[in-house]
């Protein structure tokens, strides 16, 4: 039962002396507690020293930090002196540290908390970007995690209200400028109360997360409610799970947890390591929920996942897809605990906004099946909306408006945002569409990326996920778009592939994905484009956009008119010709590590290589030496020039 609190400080001073604790977990038998008593301590020294070097309530604060408990730490020391965190991703290349310096104008004047090695880097990427003056002004409010040494003495707690600020979240996307998710002490404790209503969290829970802190799943769901709820949380590094992910439900069975979480990259890499192999001893039995969210959810991943793991004791009914964003301070809708998993299936041709949806078989060759994400949580409500702003019967697809003491009141001096993101009557435009269906939500995607063609609605998720079906092709490596070309008066429907090879190996592949997305949907597919990479955000939502836009401008041209030219000439096999192993591999992390200067002797992980590029470089190995390099060997030889030596050997002895 979450306290009669209003505040966070208050929850905090509530639960702080309740025999809980965090559990920072660096391997596999690497972890640290860290009791609710002892991070309240904590915070209020650092909260001393943030106070000495001149932060003030309301004074911003830029979280800019690769370790969990670091950040945990000085997260509650802003929010007990009354100062707004503003939690932002590391990320790995110049683009990211740019976003910061764009977050950083925008707050005015904020303070900045970081380690030395990031703010090294964030300084030479000021330089380049003419941004020294702004640079200049930052670094003069810069506490350094790596001076932190004395927290004996205790910084001011200071008062605040349930309608303050309790924090700032910015969106991800970094190629625009952010827009600052502004969440209140009532917003937050709004959607844990409703959270925990249909949820049941209690104080018996146990929780383990790899979901990063600066995601609102992990730093909302599974921080704040579990401290709120008194659960005893385990935080485990996103690294950590990309690098050994099936330390995850083996850490998960040791502590007896109840409550995991991960999106869909988290399944599919998983299965992915997982293979064929078994995991002797693990007893998944006491896990009662793992939230499904962050991104279109795949039921037949769902489903194999729990097959998977049915033998090691995990329910069936332990999925629990669920709908958030970070504007609602994360949680819309719940399915009911137990509730089996719901799907309904609809005619792909009939899901236009506003049309009333045709059911059909989850076999029907049309069918596109949709996975039901529950009802609202108390204290939130929600509509299916027209494009005037009307609610639309059940049964119809339109947006999807939320409106309750859990939504954000607007975005961070952002008038332009605001006045596009409410309604005229209150409600907050989320951008997803999605339909009622027995009572139930189904989220069916984007507004934004809804692909027009023939004069219906697709959905991009719906077409990829056929066009995936060829081999070799994965979740994460087809993005389908809806691209208008200069003049045009219609969109063309464009799949881009990641692909890293000689063109006319490329060939198949795009045959094979444009005929499974025709004779699966009738549609004509307008190009298949070879992609260096599939640019994403911090939190790995797909960047349509950028795609979109490089195709419009031209940048694929060129391989496109040689796609073109080898189909024209039918061109027989020919043989590869193959350069030094090393030299691939650099070529490789160059293109993913796109904007890095990178020598071949430099390690990875020190330049601050993300988990979602180490799964890109693995993948763009994996496609040039099938079956030869496993992901976690990227950990164990951490350079070009080592991990060329090993494959060497390796291909030496096949």
Not at 509 to 517: G, I, K, S, Y
């Amino acid at each position: 039962m979450i306290p009669k609190a209003t505040t966070l400080i208050e929850m905090l001073e509530a639960n702080r002396e309740f025999p809980r604790s965090i559990t920072y977990v660096d391997g596999e038998n690497d972890s640290r507690d860290v009791s609710f008593a002892e991070l309240y301590e904590r915070a209020l020294g650092i909260l001393y020293h943030l106070q000495k070097m001149g932060a003030r309530r309301g004074d911003k604060l830029i979280l800019f930090l690769s370790n969990n408990e670091h950040f945990i730490d000085v997260f509650w020391a802003a929010v007990l002196g009354g100062i707004v965190p503003v939690p932002v991703a590391l990320g790995i290349s110049d683009e990211h540290r740019h976003k910061v310096l764009r977050i950083a104008r925008r707050l005015g004047k904020p303070y900045l908390y970081t380690e030395k090695r990031s703010l090294q880097r964030l300084a030479a990427c000021a330089a380049q970007a003419g941004e020294q003056a702004l640079f200049d002004g930052l670094r003069g409010r810069t506490f350094l995690v790596d001076d932190l040494e004395d927290i004996s003495r205790a910084g001011s707690i200071q008062k605040v209200r349930a309608g303050d600020t309790a924090f700032i979240q910015f969106s991800s996307g970094s190629t625009s400028e952010p827009k600052g998710v502004v969440l209140t002490h009532g917003n937050i404790l709004a959607n844990a109360r409703g959270a925990t209503e249909v949820a049941g969290f209690s104080e018996n829970d146990i929780s383990l997360s790899w979901m990063p802190l600066t995601h609102d799943m992990g730093l909302i769901g599974f921080h704040l409610v579990m401290i709120a709820n008194r659960v005893h949380t385990h935080l485990m590094p996103t690294e950590l799970f990309v690098r050994r992910p099936l330390l995850w439900l083996t850490l998960a069975a040791r502590v007896r947890a109840s409550i995991l979480c991960s999106p869909n990259f988290g399944y599919r890499h998983f299965l992915k390591v997982l293979g064929e192999r078994t995991l002797e001893g693990l007893d998944l039995s006491r896990v009662r929920l793992i939230f499904n969210g962050a991104e279109p959810i795949s039921v037949e991943l769902c489903n194999e996942f729990l097959g998977r793991l049915a033998p090691h004791g995990l329910n069936s009914d332990a999925m629990y897809p669920v709908y958030g964003l970070a504007e609602a301070s994360l949680a819309v809708s719940f399915p009911r605990v137990g509730a089996p998993l719901r799907t309904l299936a609809l005619n792909r041709h009939r899901m236009s906004a506003g049309l009333e949806v045709e059911p059909v078989e989850a076999s029907d060759k049309d069918a596109v099946v949709l996975v039901s994400e529950g009802t609202a949580i108390p204290h939130c409500h929600l509509r299916i909306a027209d494009e005037g702003d009307q609610e639309l019967p059940a049964g119809r697809i339109g947006h999807i408006h939320i409106s309750g003491d859990n939504v954000t009141r607007g975005y961070f001096e952002d008038p332009a945002a605001n006045a596009l993101a409410f309604s005229a009557d209150g409600w907050l435009r989320t951008g997803d569409l999605g339909l009622i269906h027995d009572a139930q939500l189904y989220v069916s995607g984007r507004a934004k990326e809804i692909i027009f063609v023939n004069g219906q609605n697709y959905y991009p998720h719906d077409l990829e996920s056929i066009a995936q079906r060829v081999a070799g092709l994965e979740l994460g490596k087809v993005v389908a778009s809806g691209v208008r070309a200069r003049g045009a008066d219609t969109e063309q429907l464009v799949l881009f592939i990641l692909h890293r090879g000689e063109v006319a190996e490329f060939i198949p592949v795009a045959t094979q994905a444009a005929r499974l997305v025709n004779e699966q949907t009738g549609l004509e597919v307008a190009a298949v484009v070879p992609v260096q990479r599939i640019p994403k955000t911090t939190s790995g939502k797909v960047q349509r956009h950028i795609l979109e836009e490089a195709y419009v401008a031209g940048e694929f041209d060129a391989p496109l008119a040689q796609l073109s030219a080898l189909q024209a000439a039918r061109p027989g096999p020919r043989a590869g010709t193959r350069s030094a192993i090393e030299e691939k591999l650099k070529t490789i992390c160059d293109t993913a590590l796109a904007g890095k200067s990178l020598d071949v002797n430099d390690n990875l992980f020190e330049i601050g290589a993300s988990s979602l590029k180490l799964i890109e470089i693995h993948e763009r190995i994996d496609r040039e030496f099938p079956g030869k390099i496993d992901l976690t060997e990227l950990f164990d030889f951490p350079t070009i020039a080592e991990l060329a030596g090993h494959l060497e050997g390796k291909l030496a002895a096949t």
